[in-house]
């Protein structure tokens, strides 16, 4: 009895995909949770306890004690000409723009872990 009930309740993958519900990306959440990674993969190449650093001519990070800033100049800014990317403000552009940099600083790592596996 009880398999019956069970075989009855399973529904066909199809089926399953038409109850999904829609929940829209909360762009605040992603961006902030990328910067976070950004931060941690960009601490070991910070000197001092400030500056800036241009990643692959696009991303500007500046740092500080205060924390990390991510300008992307893909996405200008006309009056700065430099787009600041916060979580308050993330739209999905930025955070696909956040993903879009830390892909390129983890296969930074990955290239320069092999090299220093290599000597």
Known sequence: MKKERAMKETKS???QLKNLSFEPLDNEKVAANYLS???????????????RVVIAERWVIDYDTTGLRVFDQAQ??????EHMIT???ATL????SLYLLLTTLRKHQRAQSASQGRR
Not at 38 to 51: K, M, N, S, Y
Not at 76 to 81: E, F, P, T, V
């Open 37 to 51: 990674h950004i931060q941690h993969a960009v601490e070991p190449w910070l000197q001092r306890d400030a500056g």
């Open 87 to 89: 979580p308050v403000h």
């Open 93 to 96: 552009d930025d955070c696909n």
């Open 76 to 81: 200008d800014d006309a009056s700065r000409g």
């Open 13 to 15: 993958p199809v089926e």
